[in-house]
């Protein structure tokens, strides 16, 4: 019993004091209060926005027949059914699939050239429904199954795996030292991008070309390039090769994300199947000459002049690819000519205390990371050790890439 009575001295009624009666007895002052629980039932949530779509949003040359696939998931856990919309309107209404129970929808029969919208509404067995996004994709123009594209790949380097110093071994500026081991291997173009590739892949997806400065493109690296146009690049690569691509473009869900075979967000640079930028580690590995390396201050050499483009020699301007001289693993212009754009997302303290293994820093930022300086820098931001960064959305007259690959 407790609570005191009138019959209590002032102690007798504090809240915490307590007392015991037999349940059989009955006093004067002895009664009691009712109480009962009360059941509440719980809110339920909406699902969550359906995410983490396959094809790509806003993605090209897409076959006649696709398999549409998405993420989901409940607050509550409820179990999730989906209708799915899918028509040519920007505002799709047909609805193609009702209480439909699982994460992916194969169309067939699509028309080529065509761009196809959709959505999907998620309902749990409650009734509560999120309507998604509409996204988009288009069909390819002609039928490529007896088409064979006018397109040469770049040629590219095997690299194969181990370990290797990252950073500044010379004492002269960079970024620390540091141990990288590489658990696979990767390609890297042999050479920067070109004029000659680029405008092939600008004609295609009926974008504008870069400027060239007026010094001639050809086999002049591609320059005026944002890191969003060097990944639009190496997907499209990767669609022309039968690839699955490598990055969510700009505009989509997870911008700038890499994606595993399956279409999902990762960062496991292993698991990333089509033609992508180096890793800023890779980068460096590849220009130091991989398990060949000499130990090079510059990608090749220790005389600048043998390997790099830079302020010096090149008349402050571009020179075609492969003209010097290439470093241990038969990788040209790594020093100088054109700052080349990495994965990477640029960060002092990542770079490190990055993992020993693989490393990648897909955290956010606002640059993203840049390598091999330039025919504008001085010789010392063409050593292999030399970083930098820059917005993504930059062009810059001396700024270009190469691409990448993980091996499969």
């Not at 407790?2 to 004067?28: E, I």
């Not at 090149?314 to 000519?337: C, F, H, W």
């Not at 990648?360 to 960064?389: K, L, Q």
Request: glycine fraction near 10%; hydrophobic fraction near 30%.
């Amino acid at each position: 019993r407790r609570g005191g009575n009138w019959y209590d001295s002032a102690p007798g009624v504090r809240v915490a004091v307590r007392f015991y009666y037999s349940p059989t007895r009955k006093f004067l002052n002895l009664g009691f209060l009712i109480c009962r629980t009360v059941i509440l039932e719980e809110r339920d949530k909406s699902p969550y926005e359906p995410y983490n779509l396959g094809p790509s949003n806003k993605a090209l040359n897409q076959p006649k027949e696709v398999k549409l696939s998405w993420e989901c998931s409940d607050p509550d856990g409820n179990p999730l059914t989906y209708d799915i919309y899918f028509d040519t309107n920007p505002n799709p209404t047909t609805k193609i699939s009702t209480n439909h129970s699982g994460k992916t929808l194969n169309r067939s029969n699509l028309s080529y050239g065509t761009t196809y919208y959709w959505k999907v509404v998620a309902k749990n067995s409650k009734g509560t429904a999120t309507e998604g996004p509409v996204w988009r994709f288009s069909t390819q123009g002609i039928d490529l199954s007896s088409y064979k594209p006018p397109i040469v790949l770049p040629p590219m380097v095997l690299v194969e795996k181990g370990s290797f110093t990252m950073g500044d071994t010379w004492g002269e500026g960079g970024g620390v030292a540091h141990t990288v081991a590489f658990t696979y291997n990767f390609y890297i173009g042999k050479y920067e991008t070109a004029f000659d590739e680029y405008d092939i892949f600008c004609e295609d997806t009926l974008r504008s070309k870069p400027d060239d400065q007026g010094w001639e493109r050809g086999q002049r690296p591609a320059i005026n390039i944002s890191w969003w146009d060097a990944i639009a690049y190496c997907n499209w690569l990767s669609e022309r090769e039968g690839l699955p691509v490598a990055y969510r473009l700009k505009g989509d869900l997870a911008e700038g994300q890499l994606l595993n075979a399956n279409g999902n967000v990762t960062t496991d640079i292993t698991k990333v199947v089509g033609y992508r930028l180096p890793t800023e580690a890779e980068w460096e590995y590849a220009a130091r000459g991989g398990k060949k390396s000499r130990g090079y201050k510059y990608s090749g050499s220790d005389n600048e002049d043998n390997v790099a483009w830079y302020n010096s020699n090149s008349g402050s301007r571009t020179q075609e690819v492969g003209k010097k001289a290439p470093n241990e693993l038969g990788i040209y212009d790594m020093s100088g000519n054109v700052w080349e754009w990495c994965s990477d997302w640029y960060d002092r303290g990542y770079y490190s205390k990055s993992p020993t293994a693989n490393p990648y820093n897909s955290t956010t930022g606002s640059n993203r990371v840049i390598r091999g300086g330039s025919c504008y820098d001085g010789a010392s931001n063409t050593r292999v050790a030399a970083r930098s960064s820059s917005t993504p959305t930059n062009t810059r007259y001396a700024l270009g890439f190469r691409i990448a690959r993980t091996e499969p």
